[in-house]
């Protein structure tokens, strides 16, 4: 695709208009933006000219919102000097002092484009959570509610700051599950759209949207298809397209499918439901890129809802927004997944070495550090990214085993884009849609973008019927027969008239695909979602949901960590995936590093604590506690919205698996000399090294710290903190999950605890398959993708050996 000669950033697309947020009312947004304030509670010296001159200000941006947002949370004089200068000592080229006091003093609700951050999150919120949520808002609109909810007789929205920041700490610790996860959810709320909007704090830290020197690589110019003009969805206005096999989802399972099976003479059509975005657009800004690439707009949550989900929804899925970690499925959990079926012994054959094989020769997937040996990581430190020689370098001295990690990337190139969280504009990177996808357009593969699956048909349902199919139209068989997939029906949506999807004017058509076989690979997801809305009735479909729970660590270095250099992940820490002696553990991974993904869970404490520690970004590493979960949950379609619910909760096992490398990533962190610690672990201090000052004698690490060592045991106490009083574990801990896994099962029981058999063929039907990670029989402990795309070869060739012998 050629630039214009003066692009010399991201052509970004544009967004929707922001809802209206008419799910409530006026009062109701007064109380939810008054508390959204105090998260960010500006802060300022007492007797700051601020102070008056906001007093003498307009009330709000949106006359609606009327709360008292005339007030600041002040410090005495000198306390704020010392903020002031702890934070710039802790750069190495300080800001000036100005340039801190402002981000201090910003107030959040100033900036619309944090109220429209706000808005869009909140969106994706299920009516009834906005519902009950409302409810409680009116509550503490009141003063009665207001008393009975936060000790204080004066609604909320009229409370000065520094009182509603000391609601929500209170509430942060309640003996009411309600109150903390209500806590929670406004912390989240605030640090995720003021780390996407604040202008202040970029002008602080210096973080740009797009890498140094940016230059978008070559996109594969799709051709993808068309229909008709908008008309009322009748039968006569079905538009119908014929194939031998549709794929319904673009990720690694859809992608690998798509390719072998064009490749190997059939006719096959790709339908996705998002949409494609050239290198040219690539990486997209945070905002936009949350909204426009992720699942939900990037607002998904468990029921809990203390595990946020992100899942790819962009052409390509997965593999388009993944940080290109490339790790094959480790042996043990091959070994545990063909034990005792006799179907499934191929996972621990040549067979399915060669379909690994297979993926990442495709791919390119090469050891980009020639030597991984933690002894010789000095050796390659231009491959690593600062935490990633935290890992590497800090293993030696406790001990721990650890090594640098594979990448898909070409011409085995390191990938040392740290922003393709939000979108590769390299194309070093050989995710899905610079690869796979265009290697099946060149064998003949088809595809739509923007069209939403409701069900896949069955013979006799020609997709006239608008709807889902009953639950009981296609009752249970432990048998691979039954009534035979014959296509996908769905709603296609065009993109505007000027080639985004922000306008108004798009033609919306109903669309029949008609095929010989059908495989669903949306994700672990919606692909239960897909074979509950076409009728199928297995009990097992949803259940059975991994996600490997991730707990964050952030640690602080003296130097300059350049957090958005290199790779996002570039080694890796395994001395704890074998906790239960079952392979059941974390692994330690740096993590990514774009602010709003990494400071959105951050815990909260302050304003004056989020604030000053944001500002300390060019000299953050960021980590992950990756666990491999032996407990599940499930996934089910919202009976209102038709969207994936996801129902899981931590179980007390895999949440003390996860503290253990939470405290594992400490262990690193401290022994690399880090000034400061923090577990993102509710209710626990940050650990706090030696002074600057004394750092060339306190500094050097000590195996025996009694101070580091009593807030390890603070740490895993807080984490593990359980009691009836509290409603349970600490439910304002934060979880973060980027794998899903496990949602249509494989197994060869005829359906007794699965979805698929071992070829993949949903038990009961003919001719429907599903290919994604939804079909791991249980979490593979490791990032997803070479196992996603192994599986989908594996399916994907037995289609065409059986398809040849038809």
Not at 252 to 266: D, N, P, R, S, T
Not at 365 to 384: G, H, L, Y
Not at 726 to 741: I, K, L, Y
Request: glycine share 8%; charged share 20%.
């Amino acid at each position: 695709m050629a630039l214009p000669a003066t692009q010399m950033v991201p052509d970004t697309p544009k967004l929707a208009p922001a809802p209206l947020g008419d799910w409530w009312d006026d009062v109701q947004w007064a109380v939810a933006l008054s508390l959204l304030d105090a998260v960010l509670a500006p802060v300022v010296a007492t007797g700051d000219a601020r102070i008056e001159q906001q007093k003498k200000s307009k009330a709000a941006p949106d006359d609606r919102l009327q709360f008292d947002r005339s007030s600041f949370k002040t410090l005495p004089q000198a306390e704020f000097d010392a903020a002031v200068a702890r934070t710039r000592a802790a750069f190495v080229t300080p800001p000036d002092a100005s340039v801190i006091v402002e981000c201090l003093a910003d107030r959040a609700s100033d900036n619309p484009n944090f109220l429209m951050g706000i808005r869009r999150t909140l969106n994706g919120v299920p009516p009834k959570d906005k519902k009950v949520l409302g409810g409680l808002l009116t509550m503490l609109s009141g003063r009665v509610g207001a008393l009975a909810l936060t000790g204080y007789y004066m609604p909320v929205q009229n409370q000065p700051v520094d009182v509603r920041e000391k609601i929500l700490q209170n509430w942060s610790r309640s003996w009411m599950p309600t109150l903390r996860k209500v806590s929670r959810m406004f912390q989240t709320l605030a640090q995720t759209s003021w780390t996407m909007s604040n202008t202040k704090f970029r002008e602080v830290t210096g973080y740009t949207d797009f890498p140094k020197n940016w230059q978008p690589g070559p996109s594969f110019d799709y051709k993808f298809l068309q229909f008709g003009k908008d008309s009322t969805p009748a039968a006569a206005d079905l538009e119908t397209l014929d194939t031998d096999i549709v794929i319904v989802g673009s990720g690694c399972g859809g992608a690998v499918c798509a390719k072998i099976l064009a490749a190997a003479g059939h006719r096959v059509v790709v339908v996705e439901k998002a949409y494609h975005y050239p290198q040219s657009q690539l990486p997209m800004p945070q905002n936009e890129g949350s909204r426009l690439l992720y699942e939900n707009a990037g607002a998904l949550a468990t029921t809990d809802p203390a595990i946020s989900v992100l899942a790819g929804a962009c052409w390509g899925g997965g593999g388009t927004i993944n940080w290109s970690v490339s790790l094959r499925t480790p042996d043990k959990v091959r070994q545990e997944w063909a034990e005792g079926q006799p179907g499934m012994s191929f996972l621990t054959s040549p067979a399915f070495d060669a379909s690994m094989d297979r993926v990442c020769d495709f791919m390119g997937v090469n050891n980009v550090i020639e030597n991984p040996s933690p002894s010789t990581a000095a050796a390659v430190d231009d491959e690593q990214s600062h935490r990633g020689r935290v890992i590497l370098d800090n293993a030696i001295k406790l001990d721990f085993k650890a090594e640098a990690l594979l990448q898909n990337t070409s011409g085995g190139k390191p990938h040392d884009d740290g922003h393709c969280h939000l979108g590769c504009s390299s194309a070093e990177k050989k995710g899905t849609s610079v690869s796979w996808l265009p290697a099946a357009a060149e064998a003949g593969a088809q595809f739509i973008e923007g069209f939403h699956v409701e069900r896949v048909l069955f013979e006799g349902d020609d997709g006239t019927a608008i709807g889902g199919a009953t639950a009981s139209s296609i009752p249970h068989s432990t048998s691979d027969s039954g009534p035979k997939a014959v296509g996908v029906v769905g709603t296609w949506l065009s993109r505007d008239e000027n080639g985004g999807v922000a306008g108004e004017k798009r033609t919306k058509k109903r669309v029949v695909v008609k095929a010989k076989k059908v495989i669903v690979s949306c994700g672990s997801l919606w692909s239960p979602v897909v074979l509950k809305k076409s009728g199928l009735a297995n009990p097992q479909i949803g259940k059975n949901l991994h996600l490997h729970p991730c707990n964050f660590v952030n640690a602080y270095f003296d130097e300059e960590t350049k957090p958005m250099d290199k790779g996002i992940i570039t080694s890796i820490c395994t001395s704890f995936e074998d906790l239960d002696g079952q392979y059941h553990g974390p692994r330690i991974e740096s993590t990514c590093m774009v602010p709003y993904a990494i400071m959105t869970n951050l815990p909260w404490n302050s304003s004056l604590d989020f604030k000053t520690a944001a500002m300390r970004y060019q000299h953050m590493d960021g980590f992950i506690s990756l666990t491999r979960d032996r407990d599940s949950g499930c996934v089910f379609p919202d009976p209102i919205t038709g969207q994936p619910v996801v129902d899981y909760v931590p179980s007390a096992l895999d949440r003390e698996h996860a503290v253990e490398g939470v405290i594992g990533i400490a262990r690193l962190c401290h022994a690399a000399g880090a000034n400061e610690i923090r577990a993102y672990i509710a209710h626990t201090r940050p650990f706090t090294a030696a002074t600057k000052a004394d750092s060339n004698t306190n500094r050097d690490y000590k195996k025996d710290d009694p101070a580091f060592e009593a807030w390890v045991e603070e740490v895993r106490s807080a984490a593990l903190s359980a009691s009836p009083l509290w409603g349970g574990w600490n439910v304002a801990t934060p979880f973060a999950s980027a794998h899903q896994m496990g949602t249509c099962r494989m197994g060869d029981d005829s359906g007794q605890a699965s979805v698929v058999n071992p070829r993949g063929q949903v038990w009961g039907t003919q001719g429907l398959y599903v290919a994604d990670a939804s079909v791991f029989p249980s979490a593979s402990g490791v990032n997803p993708m070479v196992s996603t795309m192994a599986f989908a070869d594996w399916i994907a060739n037995g289609i065409v050996k059986e398809m040849s012998a038809n």
